[in-house]
């Protein structure tokens, strides 16, 4: 079974901090992706990557940057956290004839 | 650019009962993939079921079935014999190609009553 493992359920964290959050999947796939949700707004794209070190921008991408320096891995990025950014944060990643597998979420606060 | 609307925020349904979530959304393209997922209040999000839009059968997986008009761009969730079980967000979702990025709906919040 596919697991995608995000490194937080909740994070608190202040205005102006560098905040990091990591996503791993353990099933080789070349395409991962992070999504913000919010209420009322579904699921929006912010990043998504096809291949290590490779990162295409979704439809949200402001405040944000990622990272792939591994396949397994898929890091977001807030270089300087601002409070409408406090949202869920979703992970995911896609296999050859697999649907995409979500993470559990990063529900994370900026006071 | 593509969209998906759900127009039912919240919806009830009393357990055992059928109900039918709403899904529109818009696109230029004639080959397209559209989903349903389900998100329970343990927040993982679970595939419910897959549509692919060049096969005109009508996808089923046990008590969940769609009804996809193509022409009409209507995706459609019915769940039939509801279970407790079933209440969580649903959201419908498009991607222009396998592996690639989804466009959601803004979701509707079922709840299953006993």
């Known amino acids: 079974d596919v697991k995608v493992t995000q490194s937080s359920r909740y994070l608190v964290k202040r205005t102006g901090e560098k905040v990091f959050l990591e996503c791993v999947q353990d099933?080789?796939?070349?395409?991962m992706f992070w999504y913000r949700q919010d209420p009322g707004l579904g699921l929006r794209l912010i990043y998504f990557?096809?291949?290590?070190?490779?990162?295409e921008k979704g439809d949200i991408p402001e405040g944000y940057s990622v990272s792939r320096e591994k396949k397994e891995r898929f890091s977001l990025i807030l270089e300087s956290a601002s409070t409408n950014q406090t949202s869920m944060y979703l992970c995911?990643?896609?296999?050859?004839?697999?649907?995409?597998?979500f993470g559990d979420g990063t529900r994370l606060s900026i006071l | 650019a593509q969209t998906v609307t759900q127009s039912q925020p919240e919806m009830s349904v009393q357990e055992a009962e059928t109900v039918t979530l709403s899904c529109t959304y818009d696109?230029?393209?004639?080959?397209?993939?559209l989903f349903w997922y389900k998100q329970p209040p343990s927040r993982q999000m679970i595939l419910v079921i897959r549509?692919?839009?060049?096969?005109?059968q009508n996808a089923t997986e046990n008590r969940f079935s769609v009804n996809f008009q193509k022409a009409a761009k209507s995706f459609s969730l019915k769940i039939s014999d509801s279970q407790l079980g079933d209440t969580a967000m649903y959201f419908c979702?498009?991607?222009?190609?396998?592996?690639?990025?989804?466009?959601f709906g803004q979701g509707t919040e079922l709840s299953v009553k006993p």
């Open positions: 099933m080789d796939h070349e395409n």
């Open positions: 979702a498009f991607s222009l190609y396998q592996g690639g990025k989804l466009i």
């Open positions: 549509q692919e839009a060049y096969k005109q």
């Open positions: 990557s096809y291949d290590v070190k490779m990162k």
């Open positions: 995911a990643s896609w296999g050859v004839n697999q649907p995409q597998h």
């Open positions: 696109t230029s393209e004639n080959n397209y993939y």
